[in-house]
């Protein structure tokens, strides 16, 4: 059974970072490409981040370039998503997905397997 469990969520104030992991199970992690997303209140989900299988390319909203950055390690089946310089509009419970295609990746339909969210609220 496939798992990806994220945490590291939680409240803080504008201007400051979070690291969220998010752990996989159950699935060939390094044949994956991985991706994060965000939902904010009362807003469609939106795509977030994006790595390749072998981290070898990334890719961003343009919202959060220069203050997020995505990772992953291979061998601990994580992935990462440091959030620097938090805004209040960063707000969202953010959820992390494993997809077996390597395109389109920006689109949530690629993905096979979701984890459940962690939320995050930056106060102004």
């Known amino acids: 059974q496939v798992q990806l469990v994220e945490s590291g969520g939680g409240l803080v104030q504008a201007g400051d970072a979070l690291r969220l992991p998010c752990a996989a199970s159950?699935?060939?992690?390094?044949?994956?490409?991985m991706g994060w997303f965000r939902r904010a209140p009362v807003k469609e989900r939106e795509f977030v981040a994006t790595?390749?299988?072998?981290?070898?390319?990334?890719a961003y909203v343009d919202s959060v370039k220069r203050r997020f950055t995505i990772s992953r390690d291979n061998a601990k089946n994580l992935v990462y998503l440091q959030m620097n310089s938090l805004k209040p509009e960063d707000t969202a419970v953010y959820y992390c997905?494993?997809?077996?295609?390597?395109?389109?990746?920006?689109?949530?339909?690629?993905?096979?397997?979701w984890g459940q969210g962690t939320q995050v609220t930056v106060s102004s």
């Open positions: 997905a494993a997809a077996a295609v390597a395109y389109d990746l920006t689109n949530p339909r690629r993905y096979d397997y």
């Open positions: 159950g699935l060939t992690f390094s044949s994956y490409a």
């Open positions: 790595t390749s299988w072998r981290a070898t390319s990334t």
